[in-house]
């Protein structure tokens, strides 16, 4: 009993702690009651009223506007960039996040652009040629999975051209986030003001939102990913397979997107190289002949696919995750304001769920807030007291689900990137016996539909 009840005051104590120091932290919590009693009255007066306002028009924000409009309620969108901003070139969307797709309406439409991927080819370490293969469900215990490898700029298009016109407003930097009540006030760089029932984060890894929230920032897991897309107009010839090389510091692998687009991904520890320099990050060149130093001993066909990309296609990013217990303990819903996406479990790629995860926050959120402006209520109730509840509702079914995706995607990375012989002999009993199934395991996921 005693240490039931010593870890029960530890958990609270970490709970407590975290929230007092990070309100402290926060620079975005609320002026002071000199300043805001000062623009009290220009604020009232010059300022634009949105019901639903939506920070960050990535993956998680598009697919919220989307979800919301789904059902009825309108929403704006704010981007930061001048145009629909795309960063990487491809990713992975497991069951779950087709399942999100098919909620929103797109997921018939992006299932042919894409090939449904049917296991794993593995390549030997010592001699880097592909010498196994794995069924994704060799066992049957996934019946009816989904694997398929999209075009960013094919996911996000289509949803966009489901939006109604003006949906997303480009080129609007949120400067800061005030109070005005129960509002939410949000400055723009450009010195606008838009005034909120309910303000939405969705803006990626430095959100603005989360800082006002006073989630502590991701930190960096010591590790950079290196990526690329490529078309081969006659056709690439691979099977529908992940392509994959682990261990010796470096993780290697591709996939088909379609017959005719391959993308591929080679992530690493900058520290273990000695030849790493800081301009590799915006230097295409350095980045491709650094890939192909790593996969020498691999096949050629493994070596085309990087040897055949364009400079213009290839892209480096510095791998950064929530720290799991700021997901389980911290402010990821506050009153009226939320955050998803990256902006709440930014997490490494290792189980491909980044994104699945993103489109799983839209629909609950969606349906939560359509649940607050939607339904008919007996008696005048507050409707800020309804958006709080929606809000924790919504928090209350994504905060495990996201802790449970961060840790398990940074273990699987540990895992399958380590070096030494002890951690290689775990790679090739773990890999085989349990990484397929771990990864349809975390896919194997209902975010539900829009409408209860």
């Given at each position: 009993m005693?240490?039931?009840?010593?870890?029960?005051?530890?958990l609270?104590?970490?709970?407590?702690?975290?929230?007092?120091?990070?309100?402290?932290?926060?620079?975005?919590?609320?002026?002071?009651?000199?300043?805001?009693?000062?623009n009290?009255?220009?604020?009232?007066?010059?300022?634009?009223?949105?019901?639903?306002?939506?920070v960050?028009?990535?993956?998680?924000?598009?697919?919220?506007?989307?979800?919301?409009?789904?059902?009825?309620?309108?929403?704006?969108?704010?981007?930061?960039?001048?145009?629909?901003?795309?960063?990487?070139?491809?990713?992975?969307?497991?069951?779950?996040?087709w399942?999100?797709?098919?909620?929103?309406?797109?997921?018939?439409?992006?299932?042919?652009?894409?090939?449904?991927?049917?296991g794993?080819?593995?390549?030997?370490?010592?001699?880097?040629?592909?010498?196994?293969?794995?069924?994704l469900?060799?066992?049957?215990?996934?019946?009816?999975?989904?694997?398929?490898?999209?075009?960013?700029?094919?996911?996000?298009?289509?949803?966009?051209?489901?939006?109604?016109?003006?949906?997303?407003?480009?080129?609007?930097?949120?400067?800061?986030?005030?109070?005005?009540?129960?509002?939410?006030?949000?400055?723009?760089?450009d010195?606008?003001?838009?005034?909120?029932?309910?303000?939405?984060?969705?803006?990626?890894?430095?959100?603005?939102?989360?800082?006002?929230?006073?989630?502590?920032?991701?930190?960096?897991?010591?590790?950079?990913?290196?990526?690329?897309?490529?078309?081969?107009?006659?056709?690439?010839?691979?099977?529908?397979?992940?392509?994959?090389?682990?261990?010796?510091?470096?993780?290697?692998?591709?996939?088909?997107?379609?017959?005719?687009?391959?993308?591929?991904?080679?992530?690493?520890?900058?520290?273990?190289?000695?030849?790493?320099?800081?301009?590799?990050?915006?230097?295409?060149?350095?980045?491709?002949?650094?890939?192909?130093?790593?996969?020498?001993?691999?096949?050629?066909?493994?070596?085309?696919?990087?040897?055949?990309?364009?400079l213009?296609?290839?892209?480096?990013?510095?791998?950064?995750?929530?720290?799991?217990?700021?997901?389980?303990?911290?402010?990821?819903?506050?009153?009226?304001?939320?955050?998803?996406?990256?902006?709440?479990?930014?997490?490494?790629?290792?189980?491909?769920?980044?994104?699945?995860?993103?489109?799983?926050d839209?629909?609950?959120?969606?349906?939560?807030?359509?649940?607050?402006?939607?339904?008919?209520?007996?008696?005048?109730?507050?409707?800020?007291?309804?958006?709080?509840?929606?809000?924790?509702?919504?928090?209350?079914?994504?905060?495990?689900?996201?802790?449970?995706l961060?840790?398990v995607?940074?273990?699987?990375?540990?895992?399958?990137?380590?070096?030494?012989?002890?951690?290689?002999?775990?790679?090739?009993?773990w890999?085989?016996?349990?990484?397929?199934?771990?990864?349809?395991?975390?896919?194997?996921?209902?975010?539900g539909?829009?409408?209860?």
């Open positions: 005693s240490i039931r009840v010593g870890f029960g005051h530890l609270q104590y970490k709970y407590n702690k975290y929230n007092s120091n990070t309100h402290h932290k926060s620079p975005y919590k609320k002026t002071s009651n000199i300043s805001r009693n000062r009290k009255f220009q604020m009232e007066e010059n300022h634009e009223d949105v019901d639903i306002l939506i960050g028009a990535g993956l998680a924000g598009l697919t919220t506007a989307l979800s919301l409009h789904r059902l009825g309620l309108k929403s704006l969108v704010l981007e930061s960039s001048d145009s629909l901003r795309i960063t990487g070139f491809a990713l992975t969307l497991w069951t779950n996040a399942r999100a797709l098919d909620a929103v309406g797109i997921g018939d439409t992006l299932r042919q652009k894409s090939t449904q991927m049917k794993f080819k593995i390549a030997s370490l010592d001699t880097g040629l592909f010498t196994s293969e794995q069924a469900d060799k066992d049957g215990k996934f019946e009816g999975y989904e694997s398929r490898c999209v075009r960013r700029t094919d996911l996000l298009e289509t949803i966009v051209n489901e939006l109604p016109p003006g949906t997303i407003r480009y080129s609007s930097k949120v400067a800061t986030i005030d109070e005005l009540g129960l509002f939410k006030l949000v400055h723009l760089a010195g606008s003001i838009l005034k909120t029932k309910v303000l939405i984060g969705c803006d990626g890894v430095n959100s603005v939102v989360a800082k006002w929230l006073g989630l502590e920032m991701p930190v960096s897991v010591g590790r950079s990913a290196i990526r690329g897309l490529v078309d081969f107009p006659n056709g690439s010839g691979l099977d529908p397979m992940f392509h994959v090389n682990f261990g010796g510091g470096v993780r290697f692998g591709f996939r088909p997107v379609d017959d005719k687009t391959v993308y591929w991904f080679c992530t690493f520890t900058p520290a273990e190289v000695p030849s790493y320099e800081e301009d590799w990050q915006v230097n295409p060149i350095k980045m491709k002949q650094f890939v192909l130093s790593s996969i020498n001993k691999m096949s050629q066909e493994a070596q085309d696919v990087v040897e055949r990309t364009k213009s296609s290839i892209s480096y990013a510095p791998l950064k995750f929530r720290l799991p217990w700021n997901v389980l303990f911290g402010n990821i819903v506050k009153d009226n304001v939320c955050v998803a996406g990256d902006a709440l479990h930014p997490m490494t790629p290792d189980i491909g769920q980044g994104g699945c995860s993103s489109l799983e839209s629909v609950v959120l969606g349906r939560c807030l359509g649940e607050v402006f939607l339904k008919k209520t007996n008696e005048e109730d507050d409707e800020f007291e309804r958006i709080k509840k929606g809000l924790e509702k919504y928090g209350k079914e994504r905060r495990w689900r996201s802790f449970n961060v840790s995607a940074y273990c699987v990375g540990f895992i399958q990137q380590s070096k030494g012989m002890m951690m290689s002999l775990l790679r090739k009993v890999f085989s016996s349990y990484t397929p199934s771990a990864f349809l395991k975390m896919a194997n996921f209902d975010c539909n829009l409408v209860c």
